[in-house]
């Protein structure tokens, strides 16, 4: 198992090569879970798998100690806006919500009493609390279906009104017709009239 410190650098690298005291709590979360669930991280599949309350520096804590994230299909942004994870063993069910502990932060000078400011009293703090003192975990039943959220990875179906492809079972059916949830439901952005292309100038890059 990889140690706190060799986390916290693997962090650091993919955080502008800096480290603040949520990416600490995000790995101390992750390595709560891994002993909470009793399963190896970081994971090389995809058994456990992530809600993150928050985006930003506590998701590359969480990522690099437990091996959930994105890019594997093992985590899932849920914007609560809150320092907090749930993670889920796929094989047991069995799943914790881990949040900072009320007094964690107050507690932080007691840990690090030399240091200059609050932040650095976290920062390091973080690093040697005793995880009873730290993090708060409950056990918790999901209230949705955690296999609809994974799907059936890489299906493609097309959408009947813009015709983009749409996979990972994320099309709706409206009056039997199969659309994206953009057409669904309205989306973030709103089209100009007339697409751009830039076919000279994605030449060029495409040569170099
Ligand atoms: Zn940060
Ligand atoms: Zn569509």
Redesign the pocket.
């Known amino acids: 198992m990889p140690t706190l410190e060799s986390l916290l650098q693997q962090s650091a690298e993919r955080?502008r090569n800096?480290?603040?005291?949520?990416?600490v709590l995000g790995a101390r979360m992750g390595l709560y879970a891994g002993e909470l669930l009793d399963v190896e991280f970081p994971q090389r599949d995809k058994r456990v798998f992530c809600f993150v309350e928050t985006d930003?520096?506590l998701t590359?804590g969480i990522a690099v100690a437990t091996g959930c994230w994105w890019g594997s299909r093992s985590m899932r942004l849920v914007d609560y806006g809150k320092t907090a994870a749930t993670f889920i063993d796929t094989h047991t069910q069995r799943a914790f919500r881990i949040t900072p502990t009320l007094t964690a932060r107050k507690r932080a000078y007691a840990y690090a009493p030399d240091a200059p400011d609050k932040w650095h009293a976290q920062l390091q703090a973080y690093q040697v609390m005793p995880t009873f003192e730290l993090l708060c975990a409950q056990q918790i039943k999901l209230t949705l279906d955690l296999q609809k959220i994974i799907s059936q990875h890489g299906l493609r179906v097309v959408c009947e009104q813009c015709d983009e492809d749409i996979i990972n079972e994320r099309f709706v059916e409206r009056n039997g017709t199969r659309l994206c949830l953009a057409c669904a439901d309205g989306a973030y952005y709103e089209m100009d009239a007339i697409p751009i292309t830039l076919p000279r100038l994605s030449a060029v890059v495409l040569a170099e």
């Not at 800096?18 to 990416?23: I, M």
């Open positions: 955080h800096h480290l603040c005291p949520r990416q930003g520096c590359d």
